[in-house]
């Protein structure tokens, strides 16, 4: 007679959004493991049906208070090419100096409140930094730099007001950037000072066989452009997008599942996948850095995607500070436009990794059907592969019940899921009563 | 040493705009004494702590008394529930607070004012109990930090 027995994580704590896990182990072996997400769908996509493109950018952006640029920005760089605009060089440099803000608040707040804890058996943030004080007050000063850039050029730190179809609604003053640039000099310094910090946590072993997936660029460390490349040789354009990768329902998430069309595997996108794909485009110092920190050339441990996270806190400041210092506000804030019927599809680099929007508008400019696939979507299907191969380890290994359960909400959060950015999908049945 | 800053801590859930209704309020009175910030998670208080001798929170609260109650303490105060926060998202003032106390952050004077609330739906206003507490603690707010 088998026996079996289930191990619950009810409530992910430290993650943004509601999920749990649920594993189910029968005659000591894992024989089953749900990320089971099961806040309510959010419907962003039927909410956009039938509005003006030009409300795009704003609405997405309430999809996520932590990574709301990532949303405008895909969804702008779709709703443009569906619209065959072409922004101009500044226009370009301002998104990327956009997203540096958003990627230094997240990471700077993962890094130090979120999954730092996790390294020294802390409950919190709050019990962490009384053992790390001047980390984590480092920690929130790099958080609030990327609060004040967002604020300086998206007119706001949470989900920003100035982004525009076509370019921004107001280009920011050259004073208005340039008084940031004395807290990012230092901040260059505080991201080092960190990723070094991180590099000395003890990580727990865990190597698997992933196949990464990001958006990879020849000149440039991926933000909004690039082609969607992969660890196993993938190499595509974004349009491309739906011949090579499927969203799945799931029946224990209200979130959808993506895995590669034909193979039907998992992968893996975020700042482990980044960096392992695009570790030429890193800046010289981040390089070094790397190096001297022991970042493998194709890291495949979860646990020390919190020293890319840091590699690329360094990478972004560093990126900001050019720009912040070469700008000189010259030539329209945006493009203009005349509504036209069209379908277009773009991706970008959120802080947790790919996010892919599609967008069919009608002639009049307003939008017939979105689809939005964030990366935590991408990666739930991963988190679940990784959480039996570790258990199974540790299982074996004889671990109680309650240190399984902290194993695996270490585990997931090493993604640094967004649960609330990933419920993007409701499947209906309608019953039909004569 | 920079000015003492008042922050208003709200969304758009009904009741819970208490904190930016009073925020608004100070701003109509043409109040300029003391910084003031609107935010809506409290997390982001941590990004205006630095070097002030003065805090002043304005928040919703709930289970404190009546609808429309004004309430006002000093922290550290046992009146907050401290709570487990799931992310950062719902990081509580309680856990904000303890943080910056942990940090050494906290200004030498917090206060917290508190205006209990009733109903929590996106997209309503405030009840007419809480706008008018509000008014009021704005007004008191005033002549207790003018030339702060």
Redesign the interface.
Known sequence: MSTTDVIEVP????????GGVTIRVRQNTIENVQLRIYEPPRLFEALLCGRALEDTPDITARIC??CPVAYQMSSVHALEAALGIQTTPQIRRLRRLLYCGEWIESHA?HIH??HAPDFFGAA???EL??RF?QE??RG?QL??HG??LLEALGGR??HPINVAVGGFYRLPRREELAGLIPDFEWGLEAAIAATRWVASFPFPELTQPYEFVSLSHPDEYPFNEGEIVSSQGLRVPVTEFDRHFVEVHVAHSTALQAVRHEQRTPYFVGPLARINLNRGQLSQTVQRLADEVGMESECRNPFRSIIARALELVQVYEEALDILRGYHPSGPSRMPYQPAAGQACAATEAPRGLLFHDYQIDDAGKIRQARIIPPTSQNQRQIEGDLTTYLSRNLQAKASREELASDCERLVRTYDPCI?CSTHFLRVRWEEIP | MTRALIVGVGSHYGDDRAGWLILDRLQELGFHDCELRRVSNPADILDFMEQRQRLVICDACQGAGPPGSIHCWSWPTDRLLARQAHGTHDMGLSEVMELATGLGMNPSSVEIWAVEGQTWFPSLNAGAEVRAACEKAATAIWEKYADA
Do not use: D
């Open positions: 409530i992910l704590t430290r993650v943004e959004g509601e208070g932590i707040l409140l979120l919190s943030g709050i930094a009384q004080p984590i007050t929130l958080k609030k609060n004040r730190a949470i609330s």
